[in-house]
Nanobody, 120 residues
Framework: QVQLVESGGGLVQPGGSLRLSCAAS????????MRWFRQAPGKERELVAF????????EYADSAKGRFIISRDNAKNTVYLQMNSLKVEDTAVYYC?????????????WGQGTQLTVSS
């Protein structure tokens, strides 16, 4: 059974930093690209950051460029999202996603989400 468990969310002041973690189990982690999404109240879920299976390439939404860093440790089956210079508009539930393409099928797994609130 595949499980993705996010942690590290919380309340932080504007300008602060936080690191989210997503621990995966039940899958061959290094076969999966990993993505962080977020969903703010009343808004659609949006892609924040993406990292390839071996971590050789990362991409970011414009809103995250220069402030967020996605990384992964395949030995620990964990992906991270380091968030710096946080803004009120970063407030959202953050979800990690594992994605792989195999057998002509996309395989997607999701975590339960972790809440980030940026407020003074």
């Amino acid at each position: 059974q595949v499980q993705l468990v996010e942690s590290g969310g919380g309340l932080v002041q504007p300008g602060g930093s936080l690191r989210l973690s997503c621990a995966a189990s039940g899958l061959t982690f290094s076969n999966y690209a990993m993505r962080w999404f977020r969903q703010a109240p009343g808004k659609e879920r949006e892609l924040v950051a993406f990292i390839t299976t071996l971590g050789s390439r990362a991409e970011y939404a414009d809103s995250a460029k220069g402030r967020f860093i996605i990384s992964r440790d395949n030995a620990k089956n964990t992906v991270y999202l380091q968030m710096n210079s946080l803004k009120v508009e970063d407030t959202a539930v953050y979800y990690c996603n594992a994605r792989s393409f195999s057998g002509a099928t996309w395989w997607d797994y999701w975590g339960q989400g972790t809440q980030l609130t940026v407020s003074s």
